[in-house]
């Protein structure tokens, strides 16, 4: 999506890069120039057993990454959080700290990190706090934002889900600045209900999450009227250091074929960003209460309007603010339309709006997995 973004071939060159350096930077944010013209991202992927990875080498984009910065070990965590965080991970964290320091040095003002992991297998859990304990070691202050899939209520892939995800929480609580946490199973259900795919594979899902990312980093990358930085959304979004976890959603999420009939103005797609059907965790923003709530518009978008859709959205009572907390909305205005993927099922509109709010219901996600990690506690099951 980057690259659609950006105008970069899958063969990280860019046919619009013809003027060498005075073109727009933007793309330097994510992606760092060699002198033979390739774009390489700034991005490492990292996993304990080969084939997710392996995926990457052979795929469309093999050309497009350094060699070094797909790392992965010889067996997997066995979705075992012990073994992701202190046996099999501990050999591999050091080389990829290694990989991590050579990147970050080539940047010339490091903002901070965005790290993806999933927090119910044995990899994403114990190896991914493992590494947020450590560049919390290395790098201290730099701000790290999290994209966290959670385990979902109905869809599972591991009996021992609850084990890991409790386990990495810890971290996840210490380490991070931001958390957006996700759930597969809202995804799906989105992709089944807006954009008609009987079966959604993790192909749709991953063009879902990347375009909320896409919209959180958008202003980073082009220019806009209310642009917002990334140290920014934890000053607005996290009362309390702890307090920092996050429901995402983005609106419109909408097939090609109805694109064209609908009008999708500023107070719609705003409207539908608050639908507790557009959240990407199972869980209902109507029972909890909002703390803070950032949003992000991209497009043809202009600040009268979203004043006038927020002033609107204000008058609802379905949407509560605690006390202590009475108008808790930021927003950001991005003049860049979101991208498609050619060949995707959602649809390029002109505008579009990415929602990221801390509310209490969040707590309905961790209530779920630790009624369940009780359960089996209790019983000491696959207790070794």
């Not at 869809?155 to 210490?174: I, K």
Request: with cysteine.
């Amino acid at each position: 999506l980057y690259c659609v973004e950006h105008g970069i071939q899958p063969d990280g060159k860019m046919p619009s890069d013809n003027s060498k350096g005075s073109e727009d930077d933007a793309f330097n944010t994510f992606f760092s120039e060699t002198s033979a013209g390739r774009h390489v991202p700034r991005a490492i992927f990292l996993d304990l057993e080969p084939n997710a990875i392996d995926e990457i080498r052979t795929g469309a984009y093999r050309q497009l990454f350094h060699p070094e910065q797909l790392i992965n070990g010889k067996e997997d965590a066995a979705n075992n959080y012990a073994r992701g965080h202190y046996t099999i991970g501990k050999e591999i964290v050091d080389l990829a700290l290694d990989r991590i320091r050579k990147l970050a040095d080539n940047c010339t003002g490091l903002q901070g990190f965005l790290v993806f992991n999933a927090v119910g297998g044995g990899t994403g859990s114990g190896l991914g706090s493992l590494l947020l304990e450590r560049l919390s070691v290395d790098y201290g202050k730099k701000s790290k934002l999290g994209f966290n899939i959670y385990p979902s209520p109905q869809v599972s892939t591991a009996v021992v889900e609850p084990y890991n995800c409790v386990l990495s929480t810890h971290s996840l609580l210490e380490h991070t600045d931001v958390a957006v946490i996700l759930d597969n199973e809202a995804i799906y259900d989105i992709c089944r209900r807006s954009l008609d795919v009987n079966r959604p594979t993790y192909n749709n899902l991953n063009r879902l999450i990347a375009q909320v990312v896409s919209s959180l980093t958008a202003s980073l990358r082009f220019d806009g009227a209310l642009n917002v930085d990334v140290t920014e959304f934890q000053t607005n979004l996290v009362p309390y250091p702890r307090i920092h976890f996050m429901l995402s959603s983005y609106a419109p999420i909408i097939t090609k074929a109805k694109s064209s009939h609908e009008q999708l103005t500023v107070a719609e797609i705003t409207n539908s960003a608050f639908e507790p059907a557009s959240m990407m965790v199972k869980c209902d923003p109507r029972h909890g209460k909002y703390m803070a709530c950032c949003l992000m518009y991209r497009g043809d978008v202009i600040p009268k309007d979203v004043n006038a859709a927020v002033a609107l959205i204000k008058t609802k009572r379905t949407i509560q603010f605690v006390d202590w907390s009475p108008t808790g909305f930021k927003c950001g205005i991005n003049y860049r339309p979101p991208a498609g993927i050619p060949g995707a099922d959602l649809a390029a509109t002109k505008r579009a709006v990415c929602m990221i709010s801390n509310s209490t219901a969040i707590q309905e996600v961790f209530h779920r997995i630790d009624s369940k990690f009780d359960m089996m506690y209790a019983k000491r099951a696959f207790v070794h």
